[in-house]
């Protein structure tokens, strides 16, 4: 299954990724055009400020997903070509079970241009599916500079993930520092398999 990974720690807040995803759902696709569209177009990645962490929320596309499970119109369904949680808006009644039901808070509510309807629906991320089906990955993760944000297959980007995170483990680790002593006896040198190991994940450190 491809979807688009979310590394935070890469995350600086430009928010780039949200202007990105406004522009892709604007009818017009321009950035200047579509701060002139009504209804005006928003983003359907969020990204949520705490102190000084940034992390960018947006829809998982769960498989099985709770927001399909309580809708009660059947707005929402699973798109097969992407796996894709997409919307019949023209189906939505803005009774916000959906949202209730979301465990990571990203759906909300409001105008769309896609259907010509006198109150909000459900505009939750729909994954990009047109740009998908043609080739294209979403407009969030097109738009990351710093890799916040990546598309593909889940488990390889998972695999990838946690080898950084075991770099950056290694890497980080001091060796202890033992109070200052008198020498007693022969001081006994490393083991050879030690050194080498250490060797080894200093060479991998630096690919």
Same mark, same amino acid.
Do not use: W
């Given at each position: ?34 701060? /002139? ?63 209730? #039901? ?5 759906? $909300? ?13 459900? #505009? ?6 047109? $740009? ?15 890799? #916040? ?5 889940? /488990? ?36 050879? /398999? ?14």
């Amino acid at each position: 299954m491809k979807t688009v990974f979310v590394r935070a720690e890469r995350c600086i807040g430009c928010r780039h990724c949200e202007v990105a995803c406004a522009v892709e759902h604007s009818a017009s696709r321009d950035l200047f055009s579509a701060r /002139n569209e009504e209804p005006i177009s928003r983003p359907r990645v969020h990204v949520e400020v705490v102190d000084y962490l940034t992390f960018p929320n947006r829809c998982r596309h769960c498989d099985p997903a709770p927001c399909m499970q309580v809708c009660p119109t059947d707005a929402l369904y699973r798109d097969q070509s992407t796996g894709s949680v997409a919307i019949h808006y023209s189906r939505c009644i803005d009774c916000a079970v959906c949202a209730m #039901a979301c465990p990571f808070g990203v759906i $909300r509510f409001e105008r769309v241009r896609q259907v010509d309807l006198p109150r909000d629906v459900n #505009a939750k991320c729909d994954n990009c599916i047109d $740009r998908q089906q043609n080739g294209v990955i979403p407009a969030c993760a097109e738009a990351c500079k710093t890799g #916040a944000l990546e598309f593909g297959e889940v /488990n390889d980007l998972i695999r990838k993930s946690s080898h950084d995170f075991s770099i950056k483990l290694l890497l980080s680790r001091e060796p202890v520092r033992e109070p200052a002593r008198e020498p007693v006896g022969e001081v006994p040198s490393m083991p050879e /398999n030690i050194r080498a190991f250490r060797e080894i994940m200093g060479a991998l450190a630096d690919l």
